[in-house]
Each structure stands twice: as structure tokens, then as C-alpha cells.
């Protein structure tokens, strides 16, 4: 059974940079044809996919997100990471994890964890 697990700081300071982690048990990050990805969904909108870690550790970035974010990974800790940097209050969300596969698109997620951006 493939797990998600988000974790990070539930609190962030605009301008500063918001930090999660994604730590993942019963499969490889580093299997073929799995994309691990990250999406939010702020408050009362609809989802919004970030972007994600290809297998290769090539990463693929919203393009309205991109210049602010960073996706990397521990493949010892079997662990990926989101940075986004500059934060307003606009990037309060629930963040979510998820595995992203080209057949059964985003099968495993995450339960998700509230970033409020605030002074």
C-alpha cells in the first residue's frame, strides 16, 4: 500500500520561504512512470497543480509558480521537497502530495496540510 505523508511548518511569514516534505512508504521515488507531485488548493478555490519529480529528477514547474519553485528530493529518505519562495498571503492553501502515473493519473495522494501565510 503507497503512502503519503506531508510535513512542514503550518505557519509562514510573507516573503518568506514555505518548506514542505513529502515522505513516502510502500513504493520507490525513484520507479519508472511515477511522477511525485504537488498541488494546493487554496481556501474555497479549486486545485492547483504546482508541479513534479520525474523519475529521471528532472522537475516540471507551473508556469505561473515557476520562478518561485523549487522541487528536490531524498531518494535515502524516500522524501521529496516543495520550496516556494516570496510567499504571500495568496499561497494560503492546503498543500497536497501525489503519485502521477501517465495510465491512472494521480492515484495517491496525500491528506494534505494547511500553509497559512500570515505576519
Known amino acids: 500500500q503507497v503512502q503519503l505523508q506531508e510535513s512542514g511548518p503550518g505557519l509562514v511569514k510573507p516573503s518568506q520561504t514555505l518548506s514542505l516534505t513529502c515522505t513516502v512508504s510502500?513504493?520507490?521515488?525513484?520507479?519508472?512512470?511515477?511522477?511525485w507531485t504537488w498541488i494546493r488548493q487554496p481556501p474555497g478555490k479549486g486545485l492547483e497543480w504546482i508541479g513534479y519529480?520525474?523519475?529521471?529528477?528532472?522537475?516540471y514547474y507551473s508556469p505561473s509558480l515557476k520562478s518561485r519553485t523549487s522541487i528536490s528530493r531524498d531518494t535515502s529518505k524516500y522524501q521529496f521537497n516543495l520550496h516556494l519562495s516570496s510567499v504571500t498571503p495568496e499561497d494560503t492553501a492546503v498543500y497536497y502530495c501525489?503519485?502521477?502515473?501517465?495510465?491512472?493519473?494521480?492515484?495517491?495522494w496525500g491528506k494534505g496540510t494547511l500553509v497559512t501565510v500570515t505576519l
Open positions: 501525489a503519485r502521477f502515473n501517465s495510465h491512472y493519473g494521480l492515484d495517491y
Open positions: 519529480i520525474a523519475p529521471s529528477g528532472n522537475t
Open positions: 510502500g513504493d520507490s521515488i525513484t520507479a519508472s512512470y511515477y511522477y
